[in-house]
């Protein structure tokens, strides 16, 4: 299972059947400032429903579809990041993340982010990462644009938030690229 300490306070880690409740919590803590950009809010309603989505990220990290990871500060669950696309033929993924309302403002997304792209590259041997984000998302935008993605192009109406099709900017880095700037 996937464990990555980024500094003293934040690590990543695979969940397990024991965090459902922590994740229901501030999933259901932070719904309505998530509901903004994340389509599946409306599915979790339950610490069951949390478990489900924990038992469907390790059996599909078994088949390596895709590897979702908590992102722990001070060792709390307080978000959550993910390789949700995992193209094992192209050696390309595509990362998605969010974080607790409460938690914010601290660097953590893109300290994560970070980590785990060099965990992709290094470890995984990807050699191209995107980054989708909703064309309004100022705050998720800014994540790849931190990293120094390449901005590709623009997504028409890539995805359906609640009834209304968004579109999203696509981000990439190529392996070559983030060693260049490590």
Known sequence: MLQLQINEKIFLQTLSARYAGDLYKITDNSREYLKEWLPWLDHIQSEEDSLTFI?????????FKEIVAGIFYEGNLVGIIGFNRIDQINKIASIGYWLSESMQGKGIVTQSVSAFIQYGFKHLAFNRIEIRVATENKRSRAIPERLGFTKEGIIREAEK???TYVDHVLYSMLAREWDEKK
């Open 161 to 163: 938030l609640y009834g």
């Open 55 to 63: 038992r469907n990220s390790l059996e599909a990290y078994i088949d």
